[in-house]
């Protein structure tokens, strides 16, 4: 609710920048999981930063799509921003699935590649949020 109310106010260009970096940085930050580390101070710190940057993300991501088409289309545009992200949970499991059908070494290499990757793709989404989204001027 917080940053909905954010962005209802400014607008979402500002949460889905701050977000995607902060999804960024989280997953960076979990590219340095090893086999031995330690859950409090290696695994659980990453996770959190996640979380916060998605709750950035959520909220003003629906409000971003819904609010760029004219009323009679948000329908549509609310169906379609639901399977893009349904289509992507897909995708994303199915790679999980590769990743974990490895073990020792080469688990631990595949998902520092998938952290690092992940990552470089969500400061790209706020690349493209700072270019493409417009800025908002009050009135």
């Known amino acids: ?3 909905g109310q954010i962005a209802g106010r400014a607008g979402s260009r500002l949460p889905l920048i701050a977000g995607s970096l902060i999804v960024g ?4 930050l979990a590219g340095r999981i090893g086999p031995h580390a330690s859950y ?3 695994v659980l710190p990453p996770i959190l930063v996640m979380a916060v940057g ?6 003003p991501l629906t409000n971003a799509v819904l609010s760029s088409v004219d009323a009679r289309h948000t329908g549509e ?13 897909l995708i994303a499991t199915a790679l999980v699935g590769g990743v974990l059908a ?10 520092r ?3 690092f990757a992940f990552g470089g793709a969500t400061f790209a989404a706020a690349a493209a949020g700072f270019g493409l989204l417009r800025r ?4």
């Open 113 to 115: 590649v998938a952290m």
């Open 136 to 139: 908002q001027h009050r009135a």
């Open 1 to 3: 609710p917080f940053v």
């Open 40 to 42: 409090w101070t290696t």
């Open 102 to 111: 490895s073990s020792g070494a080469a688990l631990t290499a595949g998902f």
């Open 54 to 59: 998605m709750s950035g993300v959520a909220s």
């Open 25 to 28: 940085l989280g997953l960076v």
């Open 77 to 89: 545009a609310s169906g379609l921003n639901s399977a893009v992200a349904r289509a992507g949970g």
